[in-house]
């Protein structure tokens, strides 16, 4: 349940410094598991340039991916708060490119999703909406909606989300789909136009029947649309740490 306390420890692991909830079940959705590293002799050469390891050659484990590689192929310490590292850790290449996009959902829409946003609500098939907030949990897991009730949805229980966009027609509604991401089916997503309300599907705790839920942007319609932009971005990561 959200209630549980956000504890957290300092682990030292072979690849650094993490700061770990106490719970290992209680990481946020966005989180990655650190990779198993290749064992060194199964590395006689780097894994990008398959140049030889020797005295002078020395082998250097990427600790995103595993792989194996030379100083020149793994020289960048780049930040990777989706495993937790408290230092910026040894990256390969590729790696690095991946961690450096990916810092600026950490730097910016994380925040911007633990402000909120203003939006009517309506529970499944419904005739009555609500205004509330909705907001991401400090420890990522939960979306705590709060007007005159309060819910919250479990993140790692939703089974698809539709971002609604507004188009340069009002009759037109363009729709970025985020499907099974319980089961890390496929993405499709359409094009890059103004967020103006999003759809949920998600299973309650202790249920296994999918519920909807469709919020739609408030009074404050620049700020809604910034959440769920936001939310659009974390959905992507939220996928990806599912299908690793």
């Not at 079940?25 to 030889?52: G, R």
């Not at 600790?63 to 990777?80: A, N, Q």
């Not at 040894?90 to 959902?105: A, D, I, L, N, Y």
Request: proline share 5%; aromatic share 6%.
């Amino acid at each position: 349940m959200s209630s549980v306390p956000d504890g957290k420890k300092l682990v030292r692991s072979p690849s650094g410094l993490r700061m770990v909830p106490e719970n290992g079940a209680f990481n946020s959705p966005f989180s990655l598991d650190e990779p198993q590293w290749v064992p060194d002799k199964e590395c006689p050469s780097c894994m990008q340039c398959t140049k030889k390891f020797d005295f002078l050659t020395r082998k250097h484990h990427c600790r995103r991916c595993g792989r194996c590689f030379c100083d020149k192929c793994c020289s960048k310490k780049v930040t990777l708060p989706r495993m937790c590292f408290v230092d910026p850790v040894r990256q390969c290449g590729e790696c690095s490119r991946v961690s450096q996009k990916e810092m600026e959902f950490y730097d910016k829409q994380l925040k911007v999703l633990m402000g909120g946003g203003t939006f009517i609500v309506t529970l499944g098939t419904s005739e009555k909406s609500e205004t509330m907030m909705c907001r991401l949990s400090n420890n990522h897991r939960y979306l705590f909606l709060d007007g005159e009730s309060h819910f919250e949805v479990e993140l790692s229980r939703i089974s698809s989300m539709q971002v609604l966009t507004e188009e340069s027609t009002p009759e037109e509604n363009d729709i970025h789909t985020y499907t099974s991401l319980l089961d890390s089916q496929s993405i499709s997503e359409g094009g890059n136009c103004r967020a103006s309300g999003m759809l949920l599907h998600y299973k309650p705790m202790g249920s296994q029947d999918p519920k909807q839920l469709r919020m739609e942007a408030a009074e404050d319609k620049k700020t809604a649309s910034s959440w769920l932009a936001a939310m659009h971005k974390g959905a992507k990561l939220l996928y990806e740490a599912r299908d690793q």
